[in-house]
């Protein structure tokens, strides 16, 4: 299957920096990415759905100012959390679309956990 | 509004046992229906996925799926747990073919005992 990688795997923080994740489809274009939150032991809650070239479009309750989303090209996808608090802690999980002729499926990265202390 | 629920936020099983993990979902259009397994501290991997055509899907690992849509269920089997499938598994419905959004089940988590 298709490849997707995040990076960083981990990261940990101050209170009231940044931090980029960077969400990669290794083998395939992907016009589309989503960025998805994980709570402990909860399901997946979307965020945002990321489409190369245009602006992200936002789930409700989700604050554009504070998840920054850039989709600069068919294979890259950045999530910058902005003056991460305490509460951003989570486990931030993207998916690239692969659509070709034969298929259209979302390809999972493996996930990152961010701490913010 | 689409949506999907699991039955059993638990499965336990004994190795060789059958593995039944339940989903039932809730479209007003035909779906696309999937499932997903999440190891620990790891992303999701794609199991298996119903599109169109046969009801009986196969996937990796030994696992299938059948559609059945007068019960608008997609159930998840094994016919025999090996240790290694202890994860935590996902059934999944897209909403909207054009974008591919996909609503998650609440996800359960599958126990192999030896």
């Known amino acids: 299957g298709a490849v997707v990688s995040q990076h960083p795997s981990w990261v940990i923080c101050k209170s009231g920096t940044s931090v980029k994740i960077e969400c990669r489809s290794l083998d395939f274009q992907a016009t589309t990415m989503f960025w998805y939150r994980q709570f402990p032991k909860q399901s997946l809650m979307l965020m945002a759905t990321?489409?190369?070239?245009?602006?992200?479009?936002?789930e409700q309750g989700v604050e554009k100012d504070k998840f920054l989303i850039n989709h600069a090209s068919l294979t890259l996808s950045t999530l910058t959390v902005t003056s991460a608090h305490p509460e951003d802690s989570s486990f931030y999980i993207c998916?690239?679309?692969?659509?070709?002729?034969?298929?259209?499926?979302?390809?999972f990265g493996p996930g990152t956990r961010l701490t913010v202390l | 509004a689409q949506s999907v629920t699991q039955l059993g936020s638990h499965v336990s099983v004994s190795e060789g046992a059958l593995v039944l993990l339940r989903c039932n979902y809730s479209?007003?259009?035909?779906?696309?229906l999937f499932w997903y397994v999440q190891y620990p501290n790891q992303g999701l991997q794609l199991l298996l996925k119903?599109?169109?055509?046969?009801?009986l899907v196969k996937g990796i690992n030994g696992f299938e799926a059948e559609f059945k849509k007068s019960e608008t269920s997609f159930h998840l089997t094994k016919p025999s747990a090996h240790m290694s499938d202890a994860a935590e598994y996902f059934c999944?419905?897209?909403?909207?073919?054009?974008?591919?959004?996909?609503?998650f089940g609440t996800g359960t988590r599958l126990l192999v005992s030896p």
């Open positions: 990321s489409n190369e070239g245009s602006k992200a479009t936002y």
């Open positions: 998916s690239a679309r692969d659509r070709g002729v034969f298929t259209d499926t979302q390809y």
């Open positions: 479209s007003s259009v035909p779906p696309y």
């Open positions: 119903y599109t169109t055509g046969a009801t």
């Open positions: 999944a419905l897209v909403t909207n073919t054009g974008f591919q959004k996909l609503v």
